[in-house]
């Protein structure tokens, strides 16, 4: 059987000798496109390995919002109640990176947790969209790093544990689907070693509702970025640390953590 996702475009922006592209990965190269992830997407013959350039974030979101406690697992893990409707929260967008980009850790926070998720990617306003008009507004797909400030936020105060610059790694590419299979797969890895695992079914609070209820109090643009929460697994990650996120059918969100 042909693989359905194989003519799929993996949308990404990327530098290589000192200027920027948009670009579509192809295996181990990354095609340069004219076009951006709103228009049509044309090739413009032009390739570089993919270990040659250097990947930025495929796009700069107009806002980043994001789900809390949205796995059982996780909920348990925390020892969190079973919400009620979604939990939401919103970063900054200084603190979105790329792919490869070092996650700065200030020596006064404490402990930093790194929390693999799933990015939804918004293609078309959104206002008061029931859960079945919901998916229709879905750009695409990506990965996401909810880094926490873990002692922080203790005192609720969670804009500030998860807003600090550089904790929302997001890439490296965005696969252009409105839909992923509900067996789509979730891996988080600290220095190779896999930490958390789970399929996107397991979300408490599945994409269509989540966007229904954003959708009722704000409105949803073209380039905002919803990160779905974390599986269970969390744990803390140390400058020096390097901590990916892979997502199938996606790719792989690989940053190293440094002491700022
Ligand atoms: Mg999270």
């Not at 990404?12 to 496109?33: A, E, K, L, P, W």
């Amino acid at each position: 059987m042909m693989d359905s996702k194989a003519n799929l475009k993996k949308f990404c922006r990327f530098s290589v000798d000192n200027r920027t592209y948009n670009g579509s990965i192809r295996g181990n190269m990354v095609d340069i496109v004219e076009g951006d992830l709103f228009s049509d997407l044309s090739d413009m013959r032009m390739s570089f390995p993919v270990d040659r350039i250097k990947f930025l974030p495929p796009i700069i979101p107009t806002k980043v919002w994001c789900v809390g406690v949205n796995y059982a697992s996780h909920m348990r893990e925390m020892g969190h109640e079973p919400p009620r409707e979604p939990l939401i929260f919103m970063k900054p967008r200084t603190s979105v990176v790329g792919g490869g980009d070092p996650v700065r850790v200030p020596e006064w926070v404490g402990r930093v947790d790194y929390e693999g998720e799933l990015a939804v990617v918004i293609g078309k306003k959104a206002r008061n969209v029931t859960e079945f008009e919901a998916m229709s507004c879905v750009k695409g797909y990506s990965c996401y790093n909810d880094v926490t400030a873990r002692d922080l936020q203790k005192d609720n105060h969670w804009i500030r544990a998860k807003g600090f610059d550089t904790f929302g790694p997001f890439g490296p590419a965005i696969l252009v689907t409105d839909k992923l299979p509900d067996d789509t797969k979730l891996t988080t890895r600290l220095n190779g070693s896999v930490v958390q695992q789970d399929t996107i079914s397991s979300m408490i609070f599945p994409i269509r509702q989540i966007i229904s209820y954003i959708s009722r109090f704000a409105t949803l643009e073209p380039g905002d970025v919803i990160a779905t929460g974390t599986p269970s697994g969390v744990g803390r990650v140390k400058p020096g640390d390097v901590v990916d996120i892979e997502i199938d059918g996606i790719g792989t969100l690989s940053n190293p953590f440094i002491s700022d």
